[in-house]
């Protein structure tokens, strides 16, 4: 199974970035996916997940009403449009996906992961 995220750069606060992640070696419709974040040092931190339909989405607060999470399952992509990016939301981000019947923000509940992609958001 590979999960590759790519997408990340520098850009100056209140801009926007789209993140995408290109999934192989799995039935990429059985899965629930996810991006998450991670600043070094830290322990990595939920954004947001979508089911493997498409019709159920969840969002960290932080990120609630400025991201949305989207995929496309003939393509086996899953997408996270950042939008009025602030300095806070500078970190790694992962794309990960979980073989699970319910949604649940943890990293725990994931079975792959992406390597990561940077976003650097600039004052």
């Known amino acids: 199974v590979q999960l590759q995220a790519s997408g990340g750069g520098l850009v100056q606060s209140g801009g926007s970035l789209k993140l995408s992640c290109s999934a192989s070696?799995?039935?990429?419709?059985?899965?629930?996916m996810g991006w998450f974040r991670r600043v070094s040092g830290e322990e990595r931190e939920f954004v947001a997940q979508?089911?493997?339909?498409?019709?159920?989405?969840n969002y960290a607060d932080s990120v609630e009403g400025r991201f949305t999470i989207s995929r496309d399952n003939a393509k086996a992509m899953v997408y996270l449009q950042m939008n009025s990016l602030k300095p806070e939301d500078t970190a790694t981000y992962y794309c990960?996906?979980?073989?699970?019947?319910?949604?649940?923000?943890?990293?725990?509940?994931?079975?792959?992961w992406g390597q990561g992609t940077q976003v650097t958001v600039s004052s």
């Open positions: 990960g996906a979980a073989f699970t019947e319910h949604m649940q923000p943890s990293d725990d509940v994931f079975d792959y």
């Open positions: 070696g799995l039935i990429f419709a059985h899965y629930n």
């Open positions: 979508i089911s493997w339909s498409g019709s159920r989405t």
